[in-house]
C-alpha cells in the first residue's frame, strides 16, 4: 500500500493540472513543492509577474494612448520600481491563494519542501527544518520546471547584471539596459524598459529574432521597438562584462564596448533536475536538465511522467497544463484524446504577437499555394477608440478551397484575438465563414471579416484571368 496513489513534483501549470486531473478520477494525490514556490517559477517568477508587469508599464506610461494624447501623455511622471511591484505582488498573491484553494477544494496533500528520489516508488521529501521525510507512491509526475540559464563565465549579482528571473527585483528602474538574447523573454523585458524609457541595447549572435514569427510581424515590432530608443546588435556576441561600481562594461566579441545600468541575460532555460537524484529512479536527463518522454508523457521508467518545461518545447504554460492533465489520465487508464495540433503562440512584447498554424515561410518552403488577406487595425473604428493605428491582422488562405493556414496578429489584444482563428481553423472552416459572419461593432476582432475579404477579393481575381 502506497502513501499516495499520485505524487508531483512541482506545483506549477503542469503540476497543478496532473493533480486535479488524477483527483478528480478520485486517486489520493500530493504535489511536493517549497512554501514560497506554490504556483512554480509561472506564478512567482515568470509568466505571471512579467505579465502583469507589462499592464503596469502599459497603464502607467500611458504609451498606448498617446497616438490619442500626445507623445509626452504620462499617467504618471515618475514611475518607482515600487508602483510596478505593488500590482506584481498583488497579482501573484491572488493567484496563489486561487491555486491553494483549488487544491485545498480536490483533497490534494502538500508536502512543503523539495523532493528528491529514493528509488522509483518512492521520494524522500527535505523539509525547510532539515528533517527528510520518506513518501511513497504508486505514480508519480515530474513537472519541476525550468531555470535561467546562467553562463558560467558571467557574474550574476543580481543587481547590475540579472537572468530573467531577477529583472524583476530590481531596486530601481535603470537609465540603461543590455539584452543579451533576442528570444521571447529577451524581448518582452526590452519592450517593457523601453516603454519605461530605459535605454535598451538588444545583443543577439543570431541575424534575425523571433525567426519562427512571421517576418513581416517581427519587421513590424523591430520598427516600433526603435521608435523607443531600442539598439538592435545582431550577429554580435558578448565576450566579457566588467561589473563596476554603477554599472556594467559589456565588450563584444567585434571589439565594440557598451555602457549600462544593468545587464540582462536571457540565455534560454535550464531544467531544475539537478537535485531530483534522478538515477536513484533509474532516469537521466541530458546537458540541458530535461527529461526524456513518449507520446504520453511517460519516461523511461513506466510509472513515472515527466511534464512541462522539463520536458523542452514548447515549454509554454498553455501547452504545460494540458500535458499534466493527458500524462494524469494515461497513468490511471482514463481515455483520452491526444492534444490538439493546432496551438497558439502569444509574445507578450509591447506591442503584442500571436498566431497560430504556418507561416508565410513555412508554406513557401513546401510549395503550398496561398493567398494573403491584410486587416489593418487603423480601417476599424474600435483601432481609433483605443489608438492602436499600427496593430494588423493577417490571414494566410488556401486558394484552391479557401481554409485558413495562418493567422498571425500584431498589436493590441493579440493574444486573445487569435483564439477566433484557432477556432475556425480547428473546425475546419473557411474563409467564406468569417465573411459572412456578423462581428460586433466596434471591435478589433472585425478585422478578421476585413483581412477574409481582402484575401477572396485576390483569389477572385486571380481566378478570373486564370479560370
Known amino acids: 500500500m502506497y502513501d499516495f496513489d499520485l505524487l508531483v513534483l512541482g506545483s506549477g501549470p503542469s503540476g497543478q493540472k496532473a493533480a486535479i486531473a488524477a483527483a478528480k478520477l478520485g486517486r489520493r494525490v500530493a504535489i511536493v513543492d517549497r512554501r514560497d514556490m506554490l504556483g512554480g517559477v509561472c506564478i512567482n517568477t515568470g509568466t505571471v509577474p512579467s505579465k502583469t508587469l507589462r499592464e503596469a508599464v502599459l497603464y502607467l506610461t500611458g504609451l498606448s494612448q498617446r497616438d490619442l494624447y500626445g507623445s509626452s501623455y504620462r499617467v504618471k511622471d515618475e514611475i518607482t520600481v515600487g508602483d510596478l511591484a505593488a500590482r506584481t505582488q498583488h497579482v501573484i498573491s491572488r493567484q496563489t491563494d486561487v491555486i491553494r484553494n483549488q487544491l485545498a477544494r480536490n483533497r490534494i496533500t502538500m508536502l512543503t519542501g523539495t523532493g528528491r528520489f529514493a528509488d522509483p516508488h518512492s521520494v524522500w521529501v527535505d523539509t525547510e527544518?532539515?528533517?527528510?521525510?520518506?513518501?511513497?507512491?504508486?505514480?508519480?509526475?515530474?513537472?519541476?520546471?525550468?531555470?535561467?540559464?546562467?553562463?558560467?563565465?558571467?557574474?550574476f549579482d543580481d543587481r547590475t547584471i540579472v537572468d530573467s528571473d531577477g529583472v524583476i527585483n530590481l531596486e530601481a528602474i535603470p537609465r540603461s539596459m543590455v539584452v543579451v538574447g533576442a528570444g521571447v523573454i529577451g524581448m518582452e523585458y526590452a519592450s517593457m524598459f523601453a516603454a519605461l524609457g530605459t535605454k535598451v541595447t538588444v545583443v543577439e549572435r543570431r541575424e534575425r529574432m523571433l525567426d519562427f514569427c512571421d517576418e513581416e510581424v517581427v519587421e513590424s515590432l523591430k520598427y516600433h521597438l526603435r521608435d523607443l530608443s531600442v539598439t538592435f546588435r545582431f550577429g554580435e556576441e558578448v565576450a566579457?562584462?566588467?561589473?563596476?561600481?554603477?554599472?556594467?562594461?559589456?565588450?563584444?566579441?567585434?571589439?565594440?564596448?557598451?555602457?549600462?545600468?544593468?545587464?540582462?541575460?536571457?540565455?534560454?532555460?535550464?531544467g531544475q533536475t539537478d537535485d531530483l537524484d534522478?538515477?536513484?529512479?533509474?532516469?537521466?536527463?541530458d546537458r540541458r536538465g530535461r527529461i526524456s518522454v513518449?507520446?504520453?508523457?511517460?519516461?523511461?521508467?513506466?510509472?513515472?511522467?515527466?511534464?512541462?518545461d522539463v520536458i523542452g518545447f514548447p515549454a509554454l504554460a498553455s501547452t504545460s497544463m494540458e500535458q499534466g492533465r493527458l500524462a494524469a489520465q494515461h497513468a490511471f487508464g482514463e481515455p483520452g484524446r491526444a492534444m490538439h495540433e493546432l496551438q497558439p503562440i502569444g509574445i507578450y512584447t509591447i506591442p503584442e504577437?500571436?498566431?497560430?498554424?504556418?507561416?508565410?515561410?513555412?508554406?513557401?518552403?513546401?510549395?503550398?499555394?496561398?493567398?494573403?488577406?491584410?486587416?489593418?487595425?487603423?480601417?476599424?473604428?474600435?483601432?481609433?477608440?483605443?489608438?492602436?493605428?499600427?496593430?494588423?491582422?493577417?490571414?494566410?488562405?488556401?486558394?484552391t478551397d479557401g481554409r485558413l493556414l495562418g493567422v498571425h496578429l500584431f498589436g493590441t489584444q493579440a493574444t486573445e484575438i487569435v483564439h477566433i482563428g484557432q477556432a475556425v481553423m480547428?473546425?475546419?472552416?473557411?474563409?467564406?465563414?468569417?465573411?459572412?459572419?456578423?462581428?460586433?461593432?466596434?471591435?478589433?476582432?472585425?478585422?478578421?471579416?476585413?483581412?477574409?475579404?481582402?484575401?477572396?477579393?485576390?483569389?477572385?481575381?486571380?481566378?478570373?484571368?486564370d479560370g
Do not use: W
Open 129 to 155: 527544518g532539515g528533517r527528510a521525510t520518506r513518501v511513497t507512491f504508486d505514480k508519480a509526475v515530474v513537472a519541476a520546471g525550468t531555470r535561467p540559464a546562467r553562463p558560467d563565465s558571467v557574474d
Open 240 to 270: 566579457t562584462v566588467e561589473k563596476h561600481e554603477k554599472a556594467a562594461l559589456c565588450t563584444l566579441k567585434s571589439g565594440k564596448k557598451i555602457v549600462a545600468d544593468t545587464v540582462m541575460y536571457s540565455a534560454g532555460r535550464q
Open 278 to 285: 534522478l538515477p536513484a529512479a533509474g532516469l537521466e536527463a
Open 294 to 308: 513518449d507520446a504520453h508523457y511517460r519516461t523511461a521508467v513506466d510509472n513515472i511522467y515527466a511534464v512541462g
Open 353 to 399: 504577437i500571436s498566431f497560430v498554424g504556418k507561416t508565410e515561410e513555412q508554406l513557401t518552403e513546401s510549395s503550398t499555394p496561398f493567398e494573403v488577406g491584410i486587416g489593418r487595425y487603423r480601417e476599424l473604428a474600435r483601432g481609433q477608440i483605443v489608438g492602436d493605428s499600427y496593430g494588423m491582422l493577417k490571414l494566410l488562405v488556401s486558394p
Open 426 to 465: 480547428g473546425l475546419g472552416g473557411t474563409v467564406d465563414y468569417l465573411i459572412d459572419t456578423v462581428f460586433n461593432y466596434p471591435t478589433l476582432a472585425e478585422a478578421y471579416k476585413v483581412a477574409a475579404l481582402d484575401a477572396a477579393n485576390k483569389i477572385r481575381n486571380i481566378t478570373r484571368i
